[in-house]
């Protein structure tokens, strides 16, 4: 694997970094030197940036920066054209999309994505991984049916109190196709979380979402940081958001990462005002 | 080393073009080995080369619409066969009744035969005994197939033009199957000689025999062909419609005329089919009401080859198809001949596998 | 006045019905052809076997075309995978299940094993073709895999067409083949023959004792002597076994999580990769159980019903009826395909068959010209008859086929979901609204479930 990316050129010294055994941890996810274009334009260029283990680390950048395309691109969504991706500590980049996700490495959409003719409850059933119906022969054969049910029972349950806590359980059997766009967006998280993954990358998940709930959320996520000990990678625009919740920020511009700190030193950074409200200005 | 390093590369990138040409290298060398020992006459061969050649240009020639309609139009139309039918069978229906309105009465000509008509060798029609109304059966056929689909695009898809490719795909299997057997309804289901072959020249090229019939397919072909370049190259419609082919989205934001250019593609699409289908029963000698639909899964194959939207393309594609299904017949011989056609479908179902985007890698040349 | 009341009340109580019970709604549809069909043989003066022959027909082509739509729903109305080499899989199946089963002493030889071997053979070779095509060609976009699908279906036809394999030997010396043009007409008879006679395959083999108590009772009741039409109509009701069995088999594979993720694929396959679920695998495997299902209706509908294999059955024309079928149903639905199959089988293509005979007996039509202008010419004159027969003697398969051409248009434009292609069956093995109350929590900003529906 390695020796496969040292012939493309990128990433030369993962490799060795690796096997050297790095000073800290392994963080979950590392990114080196992604690339990806589109014909002409290059989205992401060069982008290198570690999200430490249990963080709440923020993602920002002005529109076109390439932060979705990062996600697309660490996702599996997309091929990226250059670089590593590493999610505890192995190669995932150009892998398919839902091998990703078996890891444990779960993301939502900017626009969100519900599956707009199945209803609120079927999109969040769908979530939970490894379920054993997803067999075909265990969905259809009379033995194993009933191991089915008790199974898709228990999971009833569970989708019914992410409902009750997002607060769309009066929407349960309504077609997601049918949710205004803040609710859609809560379908979103809520689905995500429904895979129980180690790591979860957020493309604004709150916009459309009144404030009270946005709290709500936010609180949820630092709950599951402690308690379970998840990571979040969380692409937001709202500054007061990030510098209130998010350590460490990871800025980029025109497809690079251009600076990466705390809160504070981000909000005082030179080129990152530059770049972030220059247009603005 | 570096050598190596590549070879690698290419098999894992592109399996399918190293498979390809170890295969062509492979049957080269037999070929080679066939025509230096005495498996294979080189007149023989020569045979497989000019027929290949004559089919393929047909092919090429009404893939040219198939292949400007699936990019323009956005859907593969698979009621293009059938467009190539009613051109042959509106195009010999003229010829006929021409080439015989002294003798015999109008209705039985018109219908090609139908019931008791009078028989191909009593008509007589072929380029050299009658040429005017070969002529005149060509302009019908094309005539005739404009006339149609034009008429097709107004009823059938103008009404949901905006719908999604597999919409527009089903709704033209619909009309495929109305226009096959509307056929049906007027001529008949079998299949029924047309030509003269008895009073067809031919002639011998060093060894390989030519016939008239086949040689003035080719002219045609060619000048048809030559017309849609100049036409595609220099007119500003024809502008309009390679930069629609190439992207649609964009062409009909910078203000280009879509009705006007898909309009220009029917024409221009159902035309070529007419007279491609019209000359096919040149060369075969004989008509079918299907003989469109068999048609079709090769030009298919050659629109698919050569890059969907590509005109060019489609022209190259339908001369490798022609020359695949005829030079396929060196290795397959006996009771294997009946796999020309197989051999040229798996071609195709190889292309779309390996190289969706066509053998010439997505640079679309209109 | 009140009378009128009652009987509006009544009917919107069984349009309620109808809407609520699949199972109502298929019923209601048979009685109205089986009715239709026995009104046509009374018009045409058939006997009592005549009229237990034609409601055998009914079940008959019903069946078979209620069971391949099903399957070619589960491709296409499930997991959108846009198949249009139905025939050819249809052929695979019952080929493998001739070749498996035919007498060695046959012509063509077969390996003479038993009726069942054949028929699972068959399945599993339509599989095992379905499972080489979708390796490949699943991921192609939705047009190239119809054009995948179209030639292969193509290239099996033209395979077993040629004469290249009409008898070969196996290694070891056992000699098969497919009989080329000609096909294979030593097909294992029907299965149903063995209830009925000592030796399933000889009718004058004399009669088994249930056989004799069958026959018996319908001698006795309604006169029928000729055995045959009680044997066909045994055969539909079990193929309308088979389909209930199928029908309950796919709504499994629909109501559960395998289905939840097939819908999910059809809506958008980015997301239920985002959710972990290995598309691929889920559409192989669909893919090839609607083949396997394929198979089966070819081996039950060109196998044991019509009894004898031959490549011309297997052209394009038969894939294009299976889509009309499962259009005018409604892609998606299991009850719409099998009313689909049901409207198609019996109002698009049985009823053709009868209508000549009917038209001419009422209005005596002689004339029988074998060409159209023979036909158009004396329309001059003002006479019609004979374009009417010619129509009706010469012409009217082939006008079927313009007919439901121009059907499949219409329904591309207006009314692309089909019969029940719009309702919505929720994919998941239980109930999951169960002990739970959507609906009555107060604060829904959105509009009360009826007022949505009824608008659209
Ligand atoms: N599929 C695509 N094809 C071509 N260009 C693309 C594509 N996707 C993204 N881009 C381009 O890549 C650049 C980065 O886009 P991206 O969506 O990653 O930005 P972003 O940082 O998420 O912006 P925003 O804050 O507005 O969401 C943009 O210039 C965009 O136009
Ligand atoms: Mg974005």
Same mark, same amino acid.
């Given at each position: 694997?390695?020796?496969?990316?040292?012939?493309?050129?990128?990433?030369?010294?993962?490799?060795?970094?690796?096997?050297?055994?790095?000073?800290?941890?392994?963080?979950?996810?590392?990114?080196?030197?992604?690339? &990806?274009?589109?014909?002409?334009?290059?989205?992401? /260029?060069?982008?290198?940036?570690?999200?430490? /283990?249990?963080?709440?680390?923020?993602?920002?950048?002005?529109?076109?920066?390439?932060?979705?395309?990062?996600?697309?691109?660490?996702?599996?969504?997309?091929?990226?054209?250059?670089?590593?991706?590493?999610?505890?500590?192995?190669?995932?980049?150009?892998?398919?999309?839902?091998?990703?996700?078996?890891?444990?490495?779960?993301?939502?959409?900017?626009?969100?994505?519900?599956?707009?003719?199945?209803?609120?409850?079927?999109?969040?059933?769908?979530?939970?991984?490894?379920?054993?119906?997803?067999?075909?022969?265990?969905?259809?054969?009379?033995?194993?049916?009933?191991?089915?049910?008790?199974?898709?029972?228990?999971?009833?349950?569970?989708?019914?109190?992410?409902?009750?806590?997002?607060?769309?359980?009066?929407?349960?059997?309504?077609?997601?196709?049918?949710?205004?766009?803040?609710?859609? &967006?809560?379908?979103?998280?809520?689905?995500?979380?429904?895979?129980?993954?180690?790591?979860?990358?957020?493309?604004?998940?709150?916009?459309?979402?009144?404030?009270?709930?946005?709290? &709500?959320?936010?609180?949820?996520?630092?709950?599951?940081?402690?308690?379970?000990?998840?990571?979040?990678?969380?692409?937001?625009?709202?500054? /007061?958001?990030?510098?209130?919740?998010? /350590?460490?920020?990871?800025?980029?511009?025109?497809?690079?990462?251009?600076?990466?700190?705390?809160?504070?030193?981000?909000?005082?950074?030179?080129?990152?005002?530059?770049?972030?409200?220059?247009?603005?200005? | 080393?570096?050598?190596?390093?590549?070879?690698?590369?290419?098999?894992?990138?592109?399996?399918?073009?190293?498979?390809?040409?170890?295969?062509?290298?492979?049957? !080269?060398?037999?070929?080679?080995?066939?025509?230096?020992?005495?498996?294979?006459?080189?007149?023989?061969?020569?045979?497989?080369?000019?027929?290949?050649?004559?089919?393929?240009?047909?092919?090429?020639?009404?893939?040219?619409?198939?292949?400007?309609?699936?990019?323009?139009?956005?859907?593969?139309?698979?009621?293009?066969?059938?467009?190539?039918?009613?051109?042959?069978?509106?195009?010999?229906?003229?010829?006929?009744?021409?080439?015989?309105?002294?003798?015999?009465?109008?209705?039985?000509?018109?219908?090609?035969?139908?019931?008791?008509?009078?028989?191909?060798?009593?008509?007589?029609?072929?380029?050299?005994?009658?040429?005017?109304?070969? !002529?005149?059966?060509?302009?019908?056929?094309?005539?005739?197939? !404009?006339?149609?689909?034009?008429?097709?695009?107004?009823?059938?898809?103008?009404?949901?033009?905006?719908?999604?490719?597999?919409?527009?795909?089903?709704?033209?299997?619909?009309?495929?199957?109305?226009?096959?057997?509307?056929?049906?309804?007027?001529?008949?289901?079998?299949?029924?000689?047309?030509?003269?072959?008895?009073?067809?020249?031919?002639?011998?090229?060093?060894? !390989?025999?030519?016939?008239?019939?086949?040689?003035?397919?080719?002219?045609?072909?060619?000048?048809?062909?030559?017309?849609?370049?100049?036409?595609?190259?220099?007119?500003?419609?024809?502008?309009?419609?390679?930069?629609?082919?190439?992207?649609?989205?964009?062409?009909?934001?910078?203000?280009?005329?879509?009705?006007?250019?898909?309009?220009?593609?029917?024409?221009?699409?159902?035309?070529?089919?007419?007279?491609?289908?019209?000359?096919?029963?040149?060369?075969?000698?004989?008509?079918?009401?299907?003989?469109?639909?068999?048609?079709?899964?090769?030009?298919?194959?050659?629109?698919?080859?050569?890059?969907?939207?590509?005109?060019?393309?489609?022209?190259?594609?339908?001369?490798?198809?022609?020359?695949?299904?005829?030079?396929?017949?060196?290795?397959?011989?006996?009771?294997?001949?009946?796999?020309?056609?197989?051999?040229?479908?798996?071609?195709?179902?190889?292309?779309?596998?390996?190289?969706?985007?066509?053998?010439?890698?997505?640079?679309?040349?209109? | 006045?009140?009378?009128?009341?009652?009987?509006?009340?009544?009917?919107?109580?069984?349009?309620?019905?109808?809407?609520?019970?699949?199972?109502?709604?298929?019923?209601?549809?048979?009685?109205?052809?089986?009715?239709?069909?026995?009104?046509?043989?009374?018009?045409?003066?058939?006997?009592?076997?005549?009229?237990?022959?034609?409601?055998?027909?009914?079940?008959?082509?019903?069946?078979?075309?209620?069971?391949?739509?099903?399957?070619?729903?589960?491709?296409?109305?499930?997991?959108?995978?846009?198949?249009?080499?139905?025939?050819?899989?249809?052929?695979?199946?019952?080929?493998?299940?001739?070749?498996?089963?035919?007498?060695?002493?046959?012509?063509?030889?077969?390996?003479?094993?038993?009726?069942?071997?054949?028929?699972?053979?068959?399945?599993?070779?339509?599989?095992?073709?379905?499972?080489?095509?979708?390796?490949?060609?699943?991921?192609?976009?939705?047009?190239?895999?119809?054009?995948?699908?179209?030639?292969?279906?193509?290239?099996?036809?033209?395979?077993?067409?040629?004469?290249?394999?009409?008898?070969?030997?196996?290694?070891?010396?056992?000699?098969?083949?497919?009989?080329?043009?000609?096909?294979?007409?030593?097909?294992?008879?029907?299965?149903?023959?063995?209830?009925?006679?000592?030796?399933?395959?000889?009718?004058?083999?004399?009669?088994?004792?249930?056989?004799?108590?069958?026959?018996?009772?319908?001698?006795?009741?309604?006169?029928?002597?000729?055995?045959?039409?009680?044997?066909?109509?045994?055969?539909?009701?079990?193929?309308?076994?088979?389909?209930?069995?199928?029908?309950?088999?796919?709504?499994?594979?629909?109501?559960?999580?395998?289905?939840?993720?097939?819908?999910?694929?059809?809506?958008?396959?980015?997301?239920?990769?985002?959710?972990?679920?290995?598309?691929?695998?889920?559409?192989?495997?669909?893919?090839?159980?609607?083949?396997?299902?394929?198979?089966?209706?070819?081996?039950?509908?060109?196998?044991?019903?019509?009894?004898?294999?031959?490549?011309?059955?297997?052209?394009?024309?038969?894939?294009?009826?299976?889509?009309?079928?499962?259009?005018?149903?409604?892609?998606?639905?299991?009850?719409?395909?099998?009313?689909?199959?049901?409207?198609?089988?019996?109002?698009?293509?049985?009823?053709?068959?009868?209508?000549?005979?009917?038209?001419?007996?009422?209005?005596?039509?002689?004339?029988?010209?074998?060409?159209?202008?023979?036909?158009?010419?004396?329309?001059?004159?003002?006479?019609?008859?004979?374009?009417?027969?010619?129509?009706?003697?010469?012409?009217?398969?082939?006008?079927?086929?313009?007919?439901?051409?121009?059907?499949?248009?219409?329904?591309?434009?207006?009314?692309?979901?089909?019969?029940?292609?719009?309702?919505?069956?929720?994919?998941?093995?239980?109930?999951?609204?169960?002990?739970?109350?959507?609906?009555?929590?107060?604060?829904?900003?959105?509009?009360?479930?009826?007022?949505?529906?009824?608008?659209?």
């Amino acid at each position: 694997m390695s020796s496969e990316s040292a012939v493309d050129g990128v990433g030369e010294d993962s490799a060795a970094i690796n096997a050297a055994g790095d000073s800290g941890e392994e963080p979950p996810l590392r990114v080196e030197n992604l690339r &990806k274009e589109f014909g002409g334009i290059t989205a992401v /260029d060069g982008a290198s940036f570690e999200v430490a /283990d249990g963080s709440l680390t923020g993602l920002i950048g002005p529109n076109g920066a390439g932060k979705s395309t990062t996600f697309n691109c660490i996702t599996g969504v997309q091929e990226p054209t250059g670089g590593a991706v590493y999610f505890n500590g192995s190669d995932i980049a150009g892998r398919a999309p839902n091998a990703i996700v078996n890891r444990g490495l779960v993301r939502t959409f900017q626009i969100a994505r519900e599956l707009a003719e199945m209803t609120v409850l079927e999109n969040l059933m769908l979530a939970p991984q490894r379920q054993q119906g997803e067999a075909l022969y265990r969905s259809v054969l009379p033995p194993f049916r009933d191991g089915v049910i008790e199974e898709e029972t228990e999971l009833r349950e569970a989708v019914w109190e992410s409902l009750e806590f997002f607060e769309i359980d009066h929407l349960a059997e309504e077609q997601a196709g049918n949710l205004s766009g803040g609710q859609r &967006k809560l379908l979103e998280l809520a689905r995500a979380l429904m895979t129980d993954p180690d790591m979860l990358l957020l493309d604004e998940p709150f916009a459309g979402v009144n404030p009270t709930l946005e709290a &709500k959320l936010l609180d949820r996520i630092n709950q599951l940081r402690a308690e379970e000990g998840l990571t979040f990678l969380l692409v937001e625009h709202d500054m /007061d958001i990030i510098m209130e919740h998010c /350590d460490p920020v990871i800025v980029m511009h025109q497809g690079h990462v251009l600076a990466e700190g705390r809160p504070g030193e981000i909000r005082n950074n030179e080129r990152v005002v530059d770049a972030y409200f220059g247009e603005q200005r | 080393m570096e050598l190596y390093a590549r070879g690698r590369h290419l098999l894992r990138d592109q399996p399918g073009l190293v498979v390809v040409a170890v295969a062509t290298l492979l049957l !080269v060398g037999d070929l080679l080995g066939k025509l230096l020992g005495d498996g294979l006459t080189a007149a023989r061969f020569g045979g497989f080369v000019w027929d290949g050649l004559v089919i393929g240009l047909l092919i090429g020639l009404a893939g040219i619409g198939l292949s400007l309609t699936y990019s323009i139009l956005g859907f593969a139309n698979f009621a293009h066969g059938d467009y190539i039918s009613w051109g042959a069978f509106s195009g010999w229906a003229v010829a006929y009744l021409l080439a015989g309105i002294d003798r015999y009465a109008a209705g039985g000509l018109l219908l090609i035969g139908a019931g008791d008509g009078p028989a191909p060798g009593d008509v007589g029609v072929s380029i050299t005994n009658t040429p005017l109304s070969i !002529v005149a059966g060509l302009v019908v056929a094309v005539g005739f197939t !404009v006339g149609i689909s034009l008429l097709i695009d107004r009823a059938v898809y103008r009404p949901i033009r905006d719908a999604d490719g597999i919409t527009l795909l089903i709704a033209s299997i619909g009309v495929a199957f109305a226009l096959r057997y509307l056929i049906v309804f007027f001529f008949y289901s079998g299949r029924q000689g047309v030509t003269d072959i008895s009073r067809v020249p031919s002639y011998d090229i060093g060894g !390989v025999v030519i016939n008239a019939h086949e040689l003035t397919i080719v002219v045609i072909a060619l000048v048809l062909m030559v017309g849609v370049h100049l036409l595609l190259q220099r007119s500003k419609l024809g502008k309009a419609m390679r930069a629609m082919a190439d992207n649609r989205d964009l062409a009909q934001v910078t203000g280009i005329p879509v009705e006007g250019v898909i309009r220009t593609t029917w024409i221009l699409g159902g035309g070529l089919a007419g007279a491609a289908g019209y000359l096919v029963v040149l060369t075969q000698g004989t008509i079918a009401y299907d003989l469109g639909w068999l048609l079709l899964l090769l030009i298919f194959a050659a629109v698919i080859m050569g890059g969907i939207g590509s005109v060019y393309g489609a022209i190259v594609g339908g001369l490798v198809i022609g020359l695949a299904s005829r030079l396929s017949l060196i290795w397959l011989t006996g009771d294997l001949s009946s796999f020309a056609e197989p051999v040229a479908f798996g071609l195709m179902i190889f292309v779309l596998l390996f190289r969706p985007e066509g053998i010439f890698g997505g640079v679309s040349t209109a | 006045m009140s009378s009128d009341q009652f009987q509006t009340g009544r009917l919107t109580q069984f349009r309620e019905l109808l809407e609520r019970s699949d199972a109502a709604l298929v019923l209601t549809a048979m009685a109205a052809f089986y009715l239709l069909f026995l009104g046509i043989g009374a018009i045409l003066n058939y006997d009592v076997a005549g009229l237990i022959s034609i409601l055998g027909q009914v079940t008959f082509f019903t069946a078979v075309y209620a069971l391949i739509v099903l399957a070619l729903n589960l491709h296409w109305g499930y997991a959108g995978l846009f198949n249009i080499g139905i025939a050819g899989f249809m052929a695979v199946g019952v080929y493998t299940m001739a070749m498996l089963t035919a007498p060695p002493t046959g012509s063509p030889p077969g390996l003479g094993l038993p009726v069942a071997v054949g028929i699972v053979g068959g399945m599993l070779a339509a599989a095992l073709v379905g499972l080489v095509t979708a390796l490949p060609a699943l991921r192609l976009r939705a047009d190239y895999l119809a054009i995948v699908t179209v030639a292969i279906s193509e290239i099996i036809r033209l395979t077993y067409n040629s004469p290249a394999f009409s008898t070969f030997t196996l290694p070891g010396g056992i000699a098969l083949g497919t009989g080329g043009a000609s096909g294979i007409g030593t097909v294992p008879s029907n299965p149903v023959q063995a209830i009925y006679y000592v030796d399933p395959s000889s009718a004058a083999s004399g009669t088994t004792p249930i056989g004799a108590a069958i026959f018996g009772f319908f001698e006795a009741v309604f006169g029928v002597v000729r055995s045959a039409v009680i044997v066909d109509l045994t055969y539909g009701l079990v193929l309308a076994v088979v389909v209930f069995l199928v029908y309950t088999l796919l709504a499994r594979v629909g109501n559960s999580p395998f289905g939840r993720v097939l819908k999910a694929i059809r809506e958008d396959e980015v997301v239920a990769k985002s959710l972990g679920k290995d598309t691929n695998r889920f559409k192989i495997k669909t893919f090839m159980l609607g083949c396997a299902l394929m198979g089966l209706a070819g081996v039950l509908w060109q196998g044991f019903g019509t009894g004898a294999v031959y490549p011309q059955a297997f052209r394009p024309e038969l894939t294009f009826y299976i889509f009309i079928a499962v259009i005018i149903g409604g892609a998606g639905s299991n009850t719409g395909s099998v009313l689909g199959g049901a409207v198609f089988a019996n109002l698009l293509f049985l009823l053709p068959q009868y209508l000549p005979n009917i038209i001419e007996q009422t209005f005596s039509i002689q004339a029988d010209p074998n060409n159209f202008i023979a036909a158009v010419g004396p329309i001059a004159a003002g006479e019609i008859a004979p374009l009417l027969g010619y129509i009706l003697n010469q012409r009217l398969p082939a006008l079927r086929f313009v007919f439901v051409g121009v059907l499949l248009v219409y329904l591309m434009q207006n009314r692309p979901e089909g019969l029940l292609g719009h309702r919505t069956e929720t994919a998941a093995a239980v109930n999951l609204s169960e002990g739970h109350t959507a609906a009555e929590q107060t604060g829904s900003d959105l509009t009360a479930p009826e007022g949505g529906v009824d608008d659209e």
